[in-house]
């Protein structure tokens, strides 16, 4: 293949070069700041979850309870290693997938070509593009030959674009259509060969303006952390309250006004909302670890749960749905047979139309479609090169000469556009409509469809134009960029769960149409980009209710798209892989990028990254954020709870003049089953059954709602009434006031653990849950047993906590309390038919 003459053209000098570098800054996008552990410890430790859960600690250190603050502070730090590893983990692997960073390019300085970094590039030099590069920056074509170039990563088009030249002037156009004047930093050259004129470097390419833009989107904050704010608010003026009321009926009725001060405070840090944090971090922080398994990295572990929130997935086509890989999918014939790739072997048949599809492209090609017409049929036979005759907007068809043997007739394979193959073959009417009727259908299939055709040519070689061969029309090659084969089942479980995916591509309608219905999307209703830009917000709104594929979209219209249905109350999920997704990946309430063929700058913008880029992983993150949230609801309704049985017994001895029952160390025993059952066993409790086969939640609708508060409050309230009965047995028994501490306290234990066992499950029953294995259950349990088993028979257990060792009818009447808890809150769950009613999705 030629190149174009560069004679004339003696470029910048190595000055003054050097001196717009200086001027304009290195050609490089501009980068955040890497994310090194240490600041992201920093960011953790920021965030107000944890914060809490520090100030806590230092709380209980100022105010004596050495050992309640180690447990805080060692749970604060155990989180803030788990996030910091598994971030830093994640920074490394991206640093890792940078592979654009800075393509080499050649350029042509003081009349003399030099191959220099992608990084020194500046305005006003001439690059030297040939098959195979990598454009370092935006250019205007000066000359080219057959120039083809990939600009996948910025228009979402999979199939290559033709370039013509331009003399200087004339207004720039953005990237997108054959025959534009203009080359794009972080396209490839597919085919042909060019000269072009730098025009835009660094942040002020195309990319580079993409990038820049992401500054001025903001992420939405996660609802997670605002709702779980509330709700320690509200929990924290509640615990006050109780704490003031404590202080002011113990100085009134039981002595000084400094032991009340004193009780209060004892009471105040029963009351002290730390769970709440501990639950956050822990939750996230383990969920990435445990997602990072399945090669899905969380950038931002709060957005785990927020994937399980989202109503709407937008997906982008190329590289997302399909694999950006082309296939050969389909051949026909002139006369009308047709053979499917999926078939097997190639008949003899089609031998000669797949031969010369082959023989009609590069021996080594770029191209998507010759590659994959190469690997469909390998080889071109025993040939040489003699001429070929490339690509112009006036003719949609090349060609190649072959010679076989010395003395043979030269061999002729051309390839193109149906149309420009029918016009070089001079078909008859009818067969010529033939030949379109075939193009069409297939083309309807997704399929982007290359007529070919072969001739034979003497020596010496005697034409000038493609024209001047008889050619004879072989037939028609279909090609598709194939669908991933897990995205059909990936997309029927969204449906299943009530996500409804939407598919925002740049591609054509018909292919669009096409790749959907593989896909299992709904189709009916297709949008363009033309249309798009015509609509008003109004009635973009209205329309956007009901429309799931979208083709032909510009990288500005996706981010409108999406910010059409965050108006809608949409929770909206975004994948991508290009740079053109970057902006609606980072405005999306969930970005999830490509990790392989994703681009920096996408990557940079996503909160998730998909290692295999694997659609199908989209939906283990989903399952796990809803598994997260579920067993996030189970924690917070336990919390909730368990704390109204230890107010209950902290204020009413005050109000009915009965002994004081709980002091410190009964506090921190409690906590010790508290923390870890709100934490570790919680955590690790499995998905419900239902998990995928429920809708969203209401997205308009409190995570954390008056209902759901009142929901833990009654099974507390409950819990109080069942140890405030045996409380009120052991007094009427006339026991002393230290046994009766031991029995309320032993039953005050059993129905904690009873409402463990509860609130495993939304749904199910109590044999249903108890079946499911949970390590950290049996462990917490076990711990519990030893160490109340220990309180009650060594002497000097009983005196720390202030027992004295009741009767075993007692500890058995004590015990007792758990099944009969247990009996009363099933029987509840049964009534009401689940403890978390379901959702309905929207219409």
Same mark, same amino acid.
């Given at each position: 293949?030629?190149?174009?003459?560069? %004679?004339?053209?003696?470029?910048?000098?190595?000055?003054?070069?050097?001196?717009?570098?200086?001027?304009?800054?290195?050609?490089?996008?501009?980068?955040?700041?890497?994310?090194?552990?240490?600041?992201?410890?920093?960011?953790? !430790?920021?965030?107000?979850?944890?914060?809490?859960?520090?100030?806590?600690?230092?709380?209980?250190?100022?105010?004596?309870?050495?050992?309640?603050?180690?447990?805080?502070?060692?749970?604060?730090?155990?989180?803030?290693?788990?996030?910091?590893?598994?971030?830093?983990?994640?920074?490394?692997?991206?640093?890792?997938?940078?592979?654009?960073?800075?393509?080499?390019?050649?350029?042509?300085?003081?009349?003399?070509?030099?191959?220099?970094?992608?990084?020194?590039?500046?305005?006003?030099?001439?690059?030297?593009?040939?098959?195979?590069?990598?454009?370092?920056?935006?250019?205007?074509?000066?000359?080219?030959?057959?120039?083809?170039?990939?600009?996948?990563?910025?228009?979402?088009?999979?199939?290559?674009?033709?370039?013509?030249?331009?003399?200087?002037?004339?207004?720039?156009?953005?990237?997108?259509?054959?025959?534009?004047? /203009?080359? /794009?930093?972080?396209?490839?050259?597919?085919?042909?060969?060019?000269?072009?004129?730098?025009?835009?470097?660094?942040?002020?390419?195309?990319?580079?303006?993409?990038?820049?833009?992401?500054?001025?989107?903001?992420?939405?904050?996660?609802?997670?952390?605002?709702?779980?704010? =509330?709700?320690?608010?509200?929990?924290?003026?509640?615990?006050?309250?109780?704490?003031?009321?404590?202080?002011?009926? /113990?100085?009134? &009725?039981?002595?000084?006004?400094? %032991?009340?001060?004193?009780?209060?405070?004892?009471?105040?840090?029963?009351?002290?909302?730390?769970?709440?944090?501990?639950?956050?971090?822990?939750?996230?922080?383990?969920?990435?670890?445990?997602?990072?398994?399945?090669?899905?990295?969380?950038?931002?572990?709060?957005?785990?749960?927020?994937?399980?929130?989202?109503?709407?997935?937008?997906?982008?086509?190329?590289?997302?749905?399909?694999?950006?890989?082309?296939?050969?999918?389909?051949?026909? =014939?002139?006369?009308?047979?047709?053979?499917?790739?999926?078939?097997?072997?190639?008949?003899?048949?089609?031998?000669?139309?797949?031969?010369?599809?082959?023989?009609?492209?590069?021996?080594?090609?770029?191209?998507?479609?010759?590659?994959?017409?190469?690997?469909? =049929?390998?080889?071109?036979?025993?040939?040489?090169?003699?001429?070929?005759?490339?690509?112009?907007?006036?003719?949609?068809?090349?060609?190649?000469?072959?010679?076989?043997?010395?003395?043979?007739?030269?061999?002729?394979?051309?390839?193109?556009?149906?149309?420009?193959?029918?016009?070089?073959?001079?078909?008859?009417?009818?067969?010529?409509a033939r030949l379109l009727r075939d193009a069409d259908a297939m083309a309807a299939e997704g399929l982007r469809v290359l007529g070919v055709a072969r001739a034979g040519a003497a020596r010496p070689l005697q034409t000038k134009d493609q024209r001047g061969f008889a050619f004879e029309f072989l037939g028609l090659v279909g090609l598709a960029d194939t669908l991933r084969p897990s995205v059909p089942a990936a997309v029927a479980e969204c449906r299943t769960a009530g996500i409804r995916v939407v598919m925002i591509t740049g591609d054509y309608p018909v292919t669009a149409r096409a790749i959907a219905a593989q896909a299992g999307i709904d189709a009916t209703d297709v949008m363009t980009g033309d249309e798009l830009a015509a609509m008003g917000d109004v009635d973009l709104s209205r329309r956007i209710e009901h429309t799931t594929v979208f083709a032909r979209i510009m990288p500005q219209q996706k981010l409108r798209i999406v910010e059409a249905l965050k108006a809608q109350g949409e929770v909206v999920a975004m994948t991508g892989d290009g740079v053109n997704d970057a902006p609606t990946l980072k405005a999306a309430h969930i970005g999830i990028a490509m990790g392989q063929r994703g681009t920096d700058v996408a990557r940079e913008a996503a909160a998730i990254v998909l290692l295999d880029d694997d659609f199908g992983s989209i939906v283990k993150a989903i399952r796990l954020?809803?598994?997260? /949230?579920?067993?996030?609801?189970?924690?917070?309704?336990?919390?909730?709870?368990?704390?109204?049985?230890?107010?209950?017994?902290?204020?009413?001895?005050?109000? #009915?003049?009965?002994?004081?029952?709980?002091?410190?160390?009964?506090?921190?025993?409690?906590?010790?089953?508290?923390?870890?059952?709100?934490?570790?066993?919680?955590?690790?409790?499995? %998905? %419900?059954?239902?998990?995928?086969?429920?809708?969203?939640?209401?997205?308009?609708?409190?995570?954390?709602?008056?209902?759901? !508060?009142?929901?833990?409050?009654?099974?507390?309230?409950?819990?109080?009434?069942?140890?405030?009965?045996?409380?009120?047995?052991?007094?009427?028994?006339?026991?002393?006031?230290?046994?009766?501490?031991?029995?309320?306290?032993?039953?005050?234990?059993?129905?904690?653990?009873?409402?463990?066992?509860?609130?495993?499950?939304?749904?199910?029953?109590?044999?249903?849950?108890?079946?499911?294995?949970? =390590?950290?259950?049996?462990?917490?349990?076990?711990?519990?047993?030893?160490?109340?088993?220990?309180?009650?028979?060594?002497? &000097?257990?009983?005196?720390? #906590?202030?027992?004295?060792?009741?009767?075993?009818?007692?500890?058995?009447?004590?015990? &007792?309390?758990?099944?009969?808890?247990?009996?009363?809150?099933?029987?509840?769950?049964?009534?009401?038919?689940?403890?978390?009613?379901?959702?309905?999705?929207?219409?």
């Open positions: 293949m030629s190149r174009p003459t560069d %004679e004339t053209n003696s470029g910048l000098s190595a000055a003054e070069a050097q001196a717009r570098l200086q001027r304009d800054g290195p050609n490089e996008l501009p980068r955040q700041a890497r994310r090194t552990p240490f600041r992201i410890a920093l960011e953790v !430790i920021r965030e107000p979850m944890l914060a809490l859960l520090i100030a806590g600690g230092v709380i209980y250190l100022f105010l004596g309870d050495l050992s309640e603050a180690i447990i805080l502070m060692v749970l604060a730090l155990f989180s803030v290693v788990i996030t910091v590893v598994q971030e830093a983990r994640t920074e490394r692997v991206l640093e890792a997938l940078r592979d654009l960073t800075s393509p080499r390019a050649l350029v042509i300085r003081d009349g003399e070509r030099l191959r220099i970094a992608g990084r020194d590039v500046v305005a006003g030099d001439l690059l030297v593009l040939n098959e195979g590069d990598r454009v370092p920056a935006d250019g205007r074509v000066v000359e080219c030959q057959s120039l083809q170039t990939d600009e996948s990563l910025l228009t979402g088009e999979s199939v290559p674009v033709r370039k013509v030249a331009s003399a200087a002037g004339g207004a720039f156009a953005p990237p997108g259509g054959d025959d534009l004047p /203009y080359v /794009y930093s972080g396209s490839m050259v597919v085919g042909g060969a060019g000269l072009a004129e730098v025009i835009a470097t660094g942040p002020r390419s195309q990319i580079g303006r993409i990038g820049q833009s992401l500054g001025e989107l903001t992420t939405e904050p996660p609802r997670l952390k605002r709702e779980m704010g =509330r709700l320690v608010r509200i929990f924290a003026i509640g615990g006050g309250a109780i704490s003031l009321a404590v202080m002011i009926l /113990y100085g009134l &009725f039981r002595g000084t006004w400094l %032991e009340a001060l004193l009780a209060g405070i004892a009471v105040g840090m029963s009351m002290l909302p730390e769970e709440f944090p501990v639950v956050v971090t822990i939750f996230m922080a383990m969920g990435a670890w445990r997602i990072s398994r399945a090669r899905v990295l969380t950038r931002r572990a709060a957005a785990i749960e927020t994937l399980g929130a989202a109503t709407v997935l937008c997906t982008d086509k190329t590289g997302t749905l399909t694999e950006n890989i082309m296939r050969v999918a389909e051949l026909r =014939r002139a006369d009308g047979a047709i053979f499917n790739a999926s078939e097997g072997a190639l008949p003899p048949a089609f031998h000669d139309l797949a031969h010369f599809s082959v023989l009609a492209s590069a021996r080594e090609p770029f191209d998507p479609m010759e590659k994959a017409l190469h690997k469909f =049929r390998p080889g071109g036979g025993d040939v040489q090169l003699v001429q070929t005759f490339g690509l112009h907007p006036d003719l949609l068809a090349m060609t190649n000469v072959w010679q076989a043997e010395e003395g043979e007739d030269l061999v002729v394979a051309g390839k193109g556009a149906p149309e420009a193959i029918a016009g070089l073959c001079r078909l008859d009417k009818d067969n010529h954020g809803r598994r997260i /949230y579920d067993n996030l609801h189970k924690a917070v309704t336990f919390i909730l709870a368990v704390h109204v049985p230890i107010a209950g017994l902290a204020l009413l001895p005050l109000i #009915f003049g009965l002994p004081i029952l709980l002091g410190p160390v009964h506090i921190a025993f409690l906590e010790m089953i508290i923390d870890p059952v709100c934490t570790l066993v919680f955590e690790a409790e499995t %998905e %419900e059954d239902d998990v995928m086969r429920r809708p969203p939640r209401d997205p308009e609708r409190p995570m954390f709602s008056f209902a759901f !508060i009142s929901r833990g409050v009654m099974q507390g309230g409950l819990a109080l009434g069942v140890v405030v009965l045996v409380l009120f047995f052991a007094l009427w028994a006339g026991l002393p006031v230290d046994a009766v501490r031991a029995v309320t306290f032993v039953a005050l234990v059993a129905v904690i653990l009873s409402l463990v066992l509860v609130n495993r499950s939304r749904a199910v029953s109590i044999l249903a849950a108890v079946s499911r294995p949970n =390590r950290a259950l049996v462990l917490v349990f076990l711990a519990v047993a030893v160490i109340l088993t220990v309180g009650l028979s060594l002497p &000097f257990a009983r005196h720390l #906590f202030s027992f004295e060792a009741p009767s075993l009818p007692m500890i058995a009447l004590a015990l &007792f309390a758990g099944p009969v808890m247990l009996v009363a809150l099933e029987g509840l769950k049964w009534l009401t038919g689940q403890w978390y009613p379901r959702r309905h999705a929207k219409p």
